[in-house]
């Protein structure tokens, strides 16, 4: 009895053991199969239009108000109080000139003053007296009409002699240059012991405030901009990061000397952060007239003949087939026609991996996400 049911319950045993591990293995698997896979990433690119050229203008960021400040009085120029460079504030002396002249005019104009008020002032005591002797029928009116011409006179001269006392201590204040607004010098063009004149150029201010970026046009391209046309632009010290700019002015008349025409392309400085002398580079597109497309070479595949696309979609990040028809094929792009726009996404690698409707995580060649919108800096 005892033996037979030891093998009895020892098969149980085994039994229940396998049953055991059947279901730890299902309970393993299950979560695995039940997990959803996240989205690939994949390398994704625009088209752009064919027979368009991007053209890259060097520049340098500027301040948009860069006033040059001058004396407004001549001499010689005695102290230089600031560098290249140097952050400066409203109000700021900047530079002295010799003031002794305008001291001593300045003490001219005051002798003056005090002549013409003592002048003023007997007048003033004769036309009192002449008046009490007219009521009195002690002088007669051709007389008094005399002084109180004198008076007038006097007044006159008084209101002259203050004038040119306002204007001579005007003169000695412009014996000293002032930082009209807050900003760095960003020129200097005279040295101390230099005699100017008034209005001779002393100093460059970039103000603080806006910032924008200058670039130099040859003649035959200068046809191909106009103001407020949008561009994109990037700083040197920050390759890879284009902004939006627009072009907010263009010089009228070519550089005599080098014959190019000045462009100052405006930007949100608040985004960009850019400081004054960085250099920049200015991305044009020309315009096409075909109406086709180019697209990278890796982009375009085909199925049963019929040749065709990966296209995005930017709200649901999944992939459609695009039928095309290609035009030529170039070194590295094709050029094709189809539904697409220079606006669209479409697979610009690894089309033999993808399936109709397959959600996937878009960045560019340099495993970066893609943040939608036109980037002609980065191009293919």
């Known amino acids: 009895m005892n033996a037979v049911s030891r093998p009895s319950l020892a098969r149980q ?3 229940y053991a396998f049953a055991v591990a059947a279901l730890a293995i299902a309970a393993c698997s299950a979560p695995e199969s039940s997990q959803q896979k996240p989205p690939r990433p994949a390398i994704v690119a625009q ?24 004396f407004r009085v001549g001499g010689e120029l005695t102290e230089r109080l600031v560098e290249t460079g140097d952050r400066v504030k409203a109000g700021q002396p900047l530079a002295k000139l010799d003031a002794r002249d305008l001291l001593l005019q300045r003490d001219s104009a005051r002798a003056q003053l005090a002549a013409a008020k003592a002048e003023h002032r007997n007048a003033d005591a004769e036309l009192a007296r002449y008046r009490d002797l007219l009521a009195r029928k002690l002088v007669s009116e051709s007389q008094f009409e005399a002084i109180q011409t004198r008076f007038d006179s006097s007044a ?63 003649e035959q391209d200068f046809t191909r901009f106009a103001v407020g046309q949008m561009v994109t632009l990037e700083l040197w010290s920050r390759p890879d990061m284009p902004f939006t700019g627009q072009i907010r002015e263009l010089s009228p008349a070519a550089d005599p000397n080098l014959r190019t025409f000045e462009a100052r ?3 949100d400085n608040h985004q960009v952060q850019a400081e004054l002398g960085q250099s920049a580079r200015v ?23 019929q040749a065709y696309v990966w296209a995005l979609d930017p709200q649901s990040l999944t992939l459609q ?13 094709a050029e ?12 610009a690698a690894g089309t033999q991996l993808v399936q109709d409707g397959q959600r996937v995580r878009p960045v560019d060649r340099q495993n970066r996400p893609i943040e939608f919108g036109a980037n002609l800096a980065q191009g293919f």
């Open 283 to 305: 991305f044009v597109q020309s315009p096409s007239t075909s109406g086709r497309l180019s697209v990278p070479m890796a982009a375009v595949t085909a199925d049963d003949g």
């Open 47 to 70: 088209p752009t239009l064919s027979g368009a050229q991007l053209a890259v203008y060097p520049g340098e960021v500027h301040s948009r108000h860069e006033p040059t400040l001058a």
């Open 336 to 347: 094709i026609q189809g539904p697409l726009t220079p606006d669209s996404w479409i697979l």
């Open 156 to 218: 006159a001269q008084l209101s002259h002699a203050q004038s040119q006392l306002d204007v001579a201590e005007n003169q000695v204040g412009y014996a000293t240059l002032k930082a009209p607004r807050d900003g760095i010098i960003a020129r200097r063009m005279v040295d101390s012991g230099q005699i100017v004149a008034a209005g001779q150029s002393v100093f460059a201010l970039a103000a603080d405030g806006e910032r924008e970026v200058r670039i130099d046009l040859p």
């Open 265 to 267: 392309i405006a930007f």
């Open 13 to 15: 045993l085994c039994h």
């Open 321 to 333: 087939k695009v039928s095309i028809t290609v035009i030529s094929f170039g070194d590295e792009t």
